[in-house]
């Protein structure tokens, strides 16, 4: 194999794909499989077919792979397939009810600082997020994913989710919230 000194980019391994060389494409599906299985487990608690719910991705990715524009990121354009997917299998099993009337979007509040996230102590938070998430709704749940686990900013995350990047201030901010509640909830009088 090359060396990681001569490794093409993401975009470049797809603009080969897009230009017919379809074998590349499984470069895309190593650099990008233990990511997908980690979103989707956070993301998807509970779902047996989380699995099945990855291939998808990687089929849906493959068969549009001509309209991604590689001039843009392939790691935003792959996780929005795997949001989209991954909100697709929640509304196909009825377990989470998805609104379209998010008051996140219409009446924000401030979005917390950097310097806020700075002063979390970031491995009790992930420890927290890790033990806690599944009782958080989908909308709060998959921003922390993103940010936490995936190491995303709020732009990508916005790009990602297709909301703004205030919205993605405020899911942060009230998710983080809910996570202290639950987890004190859940951790009240051990310490």
């Known amino acids: 194999m090359n060396s990681s000194l001569t490794d093409p980019t993401d975009e470049a391994v797809a603009k080969r794909v897009q230009a017919g060389e379809v074998a590349q494409f499984g470069i895309l599906v190593e650099r990008f499989e233990a990511k997908m299985r980690r979103y989707a487990k956070k993301f998807l608690f509970g779902y047996m077919d989380a699995e099945d719910v990855v291939q998808e991705v990687f089929l849906k990715a493959f068969a549009n792979i001509q309209s991604f524009d590689a001039t843009r990121s392939f790691s935003s354009w792959i996780y929005r397939i795997a949001h989209n997917e991954f909100i697709n299998a929640i509304k196909k ?11 996140d979007t219409l009446f924000p509040h401030p979005s917390v600082s950097d310097n806020t996230d700075r002063e979390l102590d970031q491995g009790l938070l992930k420890r927290t997020l890790d033990a806690c998430l599944e009782q958080l709704d989908a ?53």
């Open 93 to 103: 099993r009825g377990r989470e009810p998805l609104s379209f009337f998010d008051p």
């Open 139 to 191: 909308k709060y749940r998959e921003p922390l994913v993103l940010y936490f686990f995936e190491d995303m900013d709020y732009e990508g995350i916005s790009q990602i989710m297709h909301i703004p990047v205030s919205t993605v201030g405020v899911r942060l901010a009230r998710g983080k919230q809910m996570l202290k509640k639950i987890y004190t909830a859940n951790h009240h009088g051990q310490q």
